[in-house]
């Protein structure tokens, strides 16, 4: 259990960021889901336009520190590559 003034701030700021990071890796993957869910239903035009609203959002995590780069460029490019397939 903290005990000083400062590692209780630490624990408060800890939860704070936790919440926070837990939203956007959710709100992330309800993105991805939607790509998903358009690859699997066949539509190739819903998933364009799911890959395309996805991408931003990936991002969004990179620059936020939920995500690495490199994870949020393979999920990209994994999914483009399905939905490219689609169109095929």
């Given amino acids: 259990m903290a005990n000083t003034p400062q590692s209780k701030k630490r624990a408060r700021q800890n939860e704070a960021r936790f919440a926070v990071n837990k939203a956007r890796r959710s709100r992330i993957r309800t993105y991805l889901r939607k790509v ?8 190739a035009a819903a998933a364009k336009a799911a890959l395309q609203a996805a991408q931003p959002e990936l991002m969004r995590g990179v620059t ?3 995500l690495h780069k490199n994870t949020a460029a393979r999920k990209m490019s994994r999914l483009a590559s399905r939905v490219k397939a689609l169109n095929a």
């Avoid at 998903?36 to 539509?43: R, V, Y």
């Fill in 36 to 43: 998903e869910e358009a690859i699997a239903s066949g539509d």
């Fill in 64 to 66: 936020k520190g939920v």
